[in-house]
């Protein structure tokens, strides 16, 4: 991965940043966040990959991601789950 742009956003407690990876295939979140978590030496609970894009036919992928400082400012900004109705629908 290539750094891009990283900024820090001190009033939502994140650093906002744009990367550049390249693969064969589209990468997951989850190994974006992992790969992520290595290079920045953070714990990856505190990482949301926001968007991978790329344009068609190239194996260049454009990734956004948000690493906030902590585990409560995360909790406090990013939309929880839905939670799925128990029973299905009728």
Same mark, same amino acid.
């Given at each position: 991965?290539k @750094?891009?742009?990283a $900024?820090?956003? /001190?009033?939502?407690e994140? *650093?906002?940043?744009?990367?550049?990876l #390249?693969?064969?295939? %589209?990468?997951? =979140?989850?190994?974006?966040s992992? *790969?992520l978590? +290595? #290079?920045?030496? =953070?714990d990856? %609970?505190?990482? /949301? /990959?926001k968007?991978?894009s790329?344009? $068609?036919?190239?194996h260049? $992928? @454009?990734?956004?991601? $948000?690493?906030?400082?902590?585990?409560? %400012?995360r909790? +406090?900004?990013?939309? +929880?789950? +839905? /939670? =799925? %109705?128990?029973?299905?629908?009728?």
């Open positions: 991965m @750094k891009i742009n $900024f820090k956003n /001190v009033l939502l994140r *650093t906002e940043h744009v990367m550049h #390249e693969s064969d295939s %589209a990468p997951s =979140k989850v190994s974006v992992q *790969t978590a +290595k #290079e920045l030496e =953070k990856e %609970a505190l990482i /949301v /990959v968007q991978i790329n344009h $068609f036919g190239t260049d $992928f @454009k990734v956004r991601a $948000f690493v906030y400082d902590s585990l409560e %400012a909790q +406090k900004i990013e939309p +929880k789950p +839905k /939670v =799925k %109705a128990a029973g299905g629908a009728s």
